[in-house]
């Protein structure tokens, strides 16, 4: 089936760094979507793309997707101890299959000790 | 608007039993996927429902169905429960016009002994 690469896996943050963490496909994905999700808790919608090339925006959090359509990146600038958690990228089945997200492995955020 | 609520939150069964877990979408939402989540396998698709019918399926056994009413709840059953089936249950959902835009439950986090 379908796979996204999520990179890092892991990744520690110190309070004020910039973050960068990608998503490939080997497919083409017509809409892009990044989820932060917390402890106990179901993802939240962070960020949605849907044409290649576009640049998007949510207070310190910027994605944008790729020009082939095969890529993602999600950026957050200034980090706070509140981004601390699993960030996934996922796109809807390039097969067309509807409602069926999927989803990268996640790359999880943490504090540096 | 609330948000999509699932119930129970954590539930706790024993290999061979089954169980059925609830969905409410968000008003207005007609779209309503499931999706189990682990460590391993990470987020993986079940089903998707819109207006009562079942649109798509994922690659899970028979054991694993669901159903949708007419006011858009839903509910999926786990028969003949396994280990392997210890997971937290999500589920989504979405409206007709920012389809791909899914939002999703806290969960229900099941644990089979």
């Known amino acids: 089936g379908q796979q996204l690469n999520q990179s890092p896996q892991s990744m520690f943050i110190q309070e004020g760094e910039d973050v960068s963490m990608n998503c490939t496909s080997s497919s083409i994905f017509n809409t892009w979507l990044w989820y932060k999700q917390d402890p106990g808790e179901g993802p939240v919608l962070l960020i949605a793309l849907y044409k290649a090339g576009e640049l998007t925006s949510n207070g310190r959090l910027t994605a944008q997707f790729g020009i082939t359509r095969k890529d993602s990146f999600l950026n957050i600038s200034a980090s706070i101890p509140s981004d601390v958690g699993i960030y996934f990228c996922?796109?809807?089945?390039?097969?067309?299959?509807?409602?069926?997200?999927?989803f990268g492995k996640g790359t999880k955020l943490s504090v540096k000790p | 608007k609330a948000g999509v609520t699932q119930t129970p939150r954590y539930l706790i069964k024993t290999r061979g039993q089954q169980v059925t877990l609830s969905c409410s979408p968000i008003?207005?939402?007609?779209?309503v996927s499931w999706y189990q989540q682990t460590p391993g396998q990470g987020l993986q698709f079940l089903f998707e429902y819109f207006s009562e019918t079942q649109r798509n399926k994922g690659n899970f056994p028979g054991r694993f169905s669901g159903r949708q009413f007419s006011n858009s709840r839903s509910e999926m059953n786990v028969s003949t429960l396994e280990l392997g089936d210890s997971a937290l249950y999500l589920c989504?959902?979405?409206?007709?016009?920012?389809?791909?835009?899914?939002?999703f439950g806290p969960g229900t986090r099941l644990t089979v002994l």
């Open positions: 989504a959902s979405s409206s007709q016009t920012t389809y791909n835009e899914q939002f």
């Open positions: 996922a796109g809807l089945d390039p097969g067309g299959s509807q409602g069926n997200l999927i």
């Open positions: 008003s207005g939402h007609r779209s």
